[in-house]
């Protein structure tokens, strides 16, 4: 059974940081992309990060690249998110997700996900 795991949400300031974890089980973590989505109350999910299998190729949403770092740890089966300088619109659940291939923004296109963790900037 595959699951995705994440942690690490929780209240900041604006300017603040936070280093989300999502931690796979039931899968061979290598081989799958990775990828961080958001959603914010009553908006649609969006792409923020994408890692492929290696970790040696990333992708950004615009408004995050720059102050959000996405990384793996193959060997620990986990993917990471650091968050700098936050914002209040950077205020969503965020999502782990995985898929095998390339990565990509669209998020119908990826096969597993986490429950979500919530991310609440304060002005």
């Known amino acids: 059974q595959v699951q995705l795991v994440e942690s690490g949400g929780g209240l900041v300031q604006a300017g603040g940081s936070l280093r989300l974890s999502c931690a796979a089980s039931?899968?061979?973590?290598?081989?799958?992309?990775m990828a961080w989505f958001r959603q914010a109350p009553g908006k649609e999910r969006e792409f923020v990060a994408a890692?492929?299998?290696?970790?040696?190729?990333?992708d950004y949403k615009d408004s995050v690249k720059g102050r959000f770092t996405v990384s793996r740890d193959n060997a620990k089966n986990t993917v990471y998110l650091q968050m700098n300088s936050l914002q209040p619109e950077d205020t969503a659940v965020y999502y782990c997700a995985a898929k095998i291939g390339d990565y990509t923004w669209v998020n119908e296109k990826y096969t597993y996900w986490g429950q979500g963790t919530q991310v609440t900037v304060s002005s």
């Open positions: 890692i492929n299998w290696s970790g040696a190729n990333t």
């Open positions: 039931g899968v061979i973590f290598s081989t799958y992309v």
